[in-house]
């Protein structure tokens, strides 16, 4: 593959769409489409961030018998979707400050430890540049009702059975699908 240029196209509020032009190893001319967070992307360099854009919040209560699990109307998909909790870092925001505001937005619930932060991984590779951080930990508190009208949020804390049971029913997120089929199966 030869790089050969990137073009921006349509920004939006919080993406904004580009071509990436490059050229095949036999020659061809190739267009690729992409979004991205970062809506300033001139040079191939730039397309490989170094930051996390936003947070996956992978949340089990104090004793790890539960995990919590947001049912979301995505938009995208034009219908309800299981997911981790997650969100944007914000400016000036390290991962685990995001994580526990986007907790506490879109459930209600404290942060109460951190287990772990999983380095950098990316959201959607085949469209998008945008990366996560996953921050692993525990939770606690009364489920409350997402505090944005711009979000649909069902947040509830399921066993290892109710998950085997949603993954048979339910539409999830891929990371979010991955990582409930190996805790369910432990």
């Not at 996953?134 to 979000?151: L, M, N, T, W, Y």
């Amino acid at each position: 593959m030869k790089y050969m240029g990137i073009t921006k196209g349509d920004e939006g509020k919080f993406i904004t769409r580009y071509d990436i032009h490059y050229q095949t190893e036999d020659g061809q001319d190739k267009n690729y489409e992409i979004i991205s967070r970062n809506n300033n992307i001139s040079t191939y360099e730039e397309l490989h961030g170094d930051k996390p854009d936003a947070v996956v919040l992978i949340m089990t209560n104090a004793d790890g018998s539960k995990i919590l699990l947001n049912r979301e109307f995505r938009m995208a998909a034009g219908m309800w979707v299981m997911n981790f909790p997650a969100g944007l870092i914000d400016p000036g925001e390290d991962a685990r400050t995001a994580a526990a505001r986007e907790l506490r937005e879109e459930t209600g619930l404290e942060l109460i430890s951190v287990e772990d932060i999983i380095g950098l991984s990316y959201s959607a590779v085949g469209f998008s540049n945008e990366m996560n951080v996953c921050v692993v930990g525990k939770c606690e508190g009364e489920i409350q009702q997402s505090d944005s009208s711009f979000e649909e949020i069902e947040a509830a804390w399921y066993t290892k059975e109710d998950v085997r049971e949603l993954l048979k029913t339910e539409r999830f997120a891929a990371r979010t699908q991955a990582y409930c089929y190996m805790w369910s199966r432990n």
